[in-house]
């Protein structure tokens, strides 16, 4: 299966859930099938799965999504023990496993031999966490996720395979500016503060 048929599952189900997506063609594709506000594009790698364990906590009536990739999370293991110990119930990471570093020249990663993320996430003590192989159980495994009882860690062995869609056009830090002023706007609070030219404190 390809990521893109997944991520257009996934889109449909989006209300007000915090998105953050890996970087390359996740983030192109995500963006291409659900352009909002609520999204960050393209988080560093190793970040991803880290920044939205953040995000559910500060928000715990909010659910987050982070759309990771197997090299991202490879490269950052100790999150997902950070992820058991704090369990969040709003967060879903779900883990698109081509076995590649695709977007760097397409070297196998560890899961192109015997590493199992799924396993590895149940080890750290994370209960929904699972593999699946097809779209239909990509979705059937999200709508259970969906109701809550995380958190969740959805690895989808995906081809490498990508979607020819044209990338976002915003840099970094006016998708953060944006994706702030969103929750500042849907959570009814003040994240950063004004910018006061010539104020003295």
Same mark, same amino acid.
């Given at each position: 299966? !390809? !990521?893109?048929?997944?991520?257009?599952?996934?889109?449909?189900?989006?209300?007000?859930?915090l998105?953050?997506?890996n970087?390359?063609?996740?983030?192109?594709?995500?963006?291409a099938?659900?352009? %909002?506000?609520?999204?960050?594009?393209?988080?560093?790698?190793?970040?991803?799965?880290?920044v939205?364990?953040?995000?559910?906590l500060?928000?715990?009536h909010?659910?987050?999504?982070?759309?990771?990739?197997?090299?991202?999370?490879l490269l950052?293991?100790?999150?997902?023990?950070?992820?058991?110990?704090?369990?969040?119930p709003?967060?879903?990471?779900?883990?698109?496993?081509?076995?590649?570093?695709?977007s760097?020249?397409?070297?196998?990663t560890?899961?192109?031999?015997?590493?199992d993320?799924a396993a590895?996430?149940?080890g750290?003590?994370? %209960?929904?966490?699972?593999?699946?192989?097809?779209?239909?159980?990509f979705r059937?495994?999200v709508e259970g996720?969906?109701?809550?009882?995380?958190?969740?860690?959805?690895?989808?062995?995906?081809?490498?395979?990508?979607?020819?869609?044209?990338?976002?056009l915003?840099?970094?830090?006016?998708n953060k500016? %944006?994706?702030? !002023?969103?929750?500042?706007?849907?959570?009814?609070?003040t994240?950063?503060?004004?910018s006061?030219?010539?104020?003295?404190?």
């Amino acid at each position: 299966m !390809r !990521r893109y048929d997944c991520l257009a599952e996934l889109a449909p189900m989006i209300d007000d859930a915090l998105v953050v997506t890996n970087v390359a063609r996740s983030g192109f594709e995500w963006h291409a099938l659900c352009p %909002r506000e609520g999204n960050i594009y393209t988080m560093a790698m190793g970040m991803v799965t880290p920044v939205c364990l953040g995000l559910a906590l500060a928000l715990p009536h909010r659910r987050v999504i982070a759309v990771d990739g197997d090299g991202s999370l490879l490269l950052n293991l100790g999150a997902l023990a950070t992820v058991a110990n704090a369990a969040p119930p709003n967060l879903i990471v779900l883990v698109f496993d081509n076995r590649s570093y695709a977007s760097t020249g397409g070297l196998p990663t560890a899961t192109a031999g015997p590493t199992d993320l799924a396993a590895i996430a149940q080890g750290a003590g994370i %209960r929904g966490a699972c593999t699946v192989n097809s779209v239909g159980a990509f979705r059937k495994a999200v709508e259970g996720a969906w109701h809550g009882g995380g958190p969740w860690v959805i690895v989808a062995r995906v081809t490498g395979e990508t979607e020819p869609v044209g990338p976002k056009l915003m840099d970094g830090r006016e998708n953060k500016y %944006r994706f702030v !002023r969103y929750v500042e706007e849907t959570e009814g609070i003040t994240i950063l503060k004004p910018s006061i030219v010539g104020r003295s404190e």
